[in-house]
């Protein structure tokens, strides 16, 4: 709600498919704001909480989130993110992933309210809350017009932001046979 950095397309999902966004405003202000950016992949918000309280609330990729997470909500309960919550975790992401899903992961972070102003050091130490999961299914003609590429002697590469388990659900669901991925990783090291 009171995010005012860079907007995609989810968050225009979430602002107009939740219904206490007009709650919001009176229950919760704003104290300050960690915009995006593209190496952290993530972004936060601090706000007012009726409690008297900061709260910290950072969404963002998956995996930068769990790296700065030590913590998380398990059945309403605040438990340490030790190996065996890690790789539950783990298996629920990969389920998501596999089945389409782009993720977002939640965390937050409470603090007293004796300070207005925040920075990306602050984004530690984080309590994972959960996770909004995101379908974007490709276009229904997208599988005939690459099936008219491929018998017009056209091969196609697929280049995204999505993660490895997203991309090769997506090219199943169009008919891109996968044979190989290169991670930005297994690119950044080769030479021009």
């Known amino acids: 709600y009171y995010q005012t950095g860079l907007s995609n397309l989810l968050d225009v999902a ?5 219904p206490h966004l007009k709650s919001i405003a009176t229950t919760y202000s704003k104290v300050d704001e960690i915009p995006f950016d593209f190496e952290r992949r ?3 918000v601090i706000v007012a909480t009726p409690n008297k309280k900061h709260l910290l609330l950072c969404k963002g990729a998956v995996e930068e989130m769990l790296s700065i997470s030590t913590h998380i909500q398990d059945h309403g309960r605040t438990v340490s993110l030790d190996a065996h919550h890690r790789s539950a975790t783990g298996r629920i992401i990969e389920k998501f992933e596999e089945d389409g899903f782009r993720l977002i992961a939640i965390a937050t972070r409470e603090f007293s309210a004796s300070r207005n102003v925040y920075s990306k050091s602050d984004e530690t130490s984080l309590t994972l809350i959960g996770f909004l999961a995101f379908l974007d299914p490709p276009k229904e003609s997208a599988a005939r017009a690459l099936k008219a590429l491929r018998q017009s002697g056209v091969t196609v590469k697929i280049l995204t932001g999505d993660n490895d388990a997203v991309a090769r659900k997506i090219c199943r669901d169009v008919g891109i046979a996968v044979d190989e991925t290169l991670m930005g990783t297994d690119i950044e090291p080769l030479s021009d």
Do not use: A, L, T
């Open 42 to 44: 993530r972004m936060s």
């Open 14 to 18: 979430v602002k107009k498919f939740n």
